[in-house]
């Protein structure tokens, strides 16, 4: 993440436009404002795998990507994907509150 002072700024790749990007968009607004350790930025890919692996080449990736999971088998043997379960340990997240299958 880009430290801007007090705040770092968190950049969000996707591909959901119309309604499902102004959803996101309202969630990250409410994220944004309750707290004042991060911003969130949605970025909209229309071709977010072809833009990912040029991003994987030169190094700039975003932060967090919104995409179906399935996409996750192919990018996570190339190393382009970080796993949360040490971050998950250390803020001792209760993972059985969330849908099961999207924290799989």
């Known amino acids: 993440p880009a430290d801007t002072g007090d705040c770092q700024n968190l950049v969000v790749w996707g591909s959901w436009s119309g309604g499902n990007r102004e959803h996101f968009e309202t969630l990250l607004e409410e994220c944004n404002e309750s707290q004042t350790e991060y911003?969130?930025?949605?970025?909209?890919?229309?071709?977010?795998?072809?833009?990912?692996?040029?991003?994987?080449?030169?190094?700039?990736?975003?932060?967090?990507?919104?995409?179906d999971r399935f996409q996750t088998l192919l990018y996570a043997p190339?190393?382009?994907?970080e796993s949360f379960d040490?971050?998950?340990?250390?803020?001792?997240?209760?993972?059985?509150?969330?849908?099961?299958?999207?924290?799989?």
């Open 86 to 104: 040490d971050l998950i340990a250390k803020d001792s997240i209760d993972l059985s509150s969330f849908y099961e299958d999207s924290v799989r």
């Open 39 to 67: 911003t969130a930025t949605y970025v909209l890919q229309q071709e977010m795998e072809k833009k990912l692996l040029t991003a994987l080449a030169g190094g700039d990736l975003p932060d967090a990507l919104i995409w």
């Open 78 to 81: 190339k190393g382009a994907l």
